[in-house]
């Protein structure tokens, strides 16, 4: 089972920013927050993913709680080329494809 | 692009008959992992490979199988098949470990099955 929780959709307005939550209040010192999405049914494509600091790449940022139970990703300037199926996945840093568990994720809809 | 190549894109076939799904990783990675995505339902890990020994297994039906050549392509094969294996069939692939890689996977565009 997932171990993480997210709401099952949200909407934003194109050009805001998007912000979308995971809580992973289990999460154990070893595992990391990864980010994925998946626009309709392409495969899943990685965005991000941090231990304890937050990161910035050039698609996304990823703010983690100090308590690490939960993250935020924010998606800066949202486009319509946004709208997607994201998932939150903790997991050790490892090559264990048992490690690697997809829950629903949140599906996100940018608006005009 | 990711790299990872999948074939076919999709296929039709009829309930009890057998089908193979091709997947040829990224250049370099060792690692191929299956997934299935039925209907509306979330990513399900079903088997990885790892420079062609089976690595890890999870949920996947006996009625599946799979493996990695030499060349590091991998198939998945599935028979017997019923109406409920319709879905999309994902492989990813991994680098090996080194220090510093992000350990992402790597997703094909996947297959999509369907049983009729």
């Known amino acids: 089972d997932a171990k993480t929780t997210q709401p099952p959709s949200m909407d934003c307005a194109e050009g805001r920013a998007a912000n979308l939550p995971c809580n992973h209040s289990?999460?154990?010192?070893?595992?990391?927050v990864y980010w994925y999405r998946q626009i309709h049914s392409q495969g899943p494509q990685y965005i991000i993913h941090g231990l304890k600091n937050n990161e910035t790449n050039e698609m996304a940022s990823l703010i983690i709680t100090e308590d690490r139970k939960s993250s935020t990703l924010i998606l800066p300037h949202a486009t319509l080329r946004d709208t997607a199926v994201y998932y939150c996945?903790?997991?050790?840093?490892?090559?264990?494809?048992?490690?690697?568990?997809f829950g629903p994720g949140t599906r996100l809809s940018v608006l005009p | 692009d990711s790299g990872v190549t999948q074939t076919p894109k999709h296929l039709i076939t009829a309930t009890g008959q057998r089908v193979t799904l091709r997947c040829s990783p990224r250049s370099g990675d060792l690692s191929v992992y299956w997934y299935q995505q039925s209907l509306d339902q979330g990513l399900q890990f079903l088997i990885q490979y790892y420079n062609g020994e089976e690595r890890a297994k999870g949920n996947i039906l006996e009625r599946f199988s799979a493996q990695q050549f030499p060349d590091l392509h991998s198939e998945l094969n599935l028979s017997s098949l019923e109406l409920g294996d319709s879905a999309l069939y994902f492989c990813?692939?991994?680098?090996?470990?080194?220090?510093?890689?992000?350990?992402?996977?790597?997703f094909g565009e996947g297959s999509r099955l369907t049983v009729l």
């Open positions: 996945i903790v997991r050790v840093e490892d090559n264990y494809g048992q490690n690697f568990v």
């Open positions: 990813a692939s991994s680098e090996p470990r080194l220090a510093g890689d992000t350990g992402e996977l790597f």
């Open positions: 289990t999460i154990s010192g070893n595992e990391y």
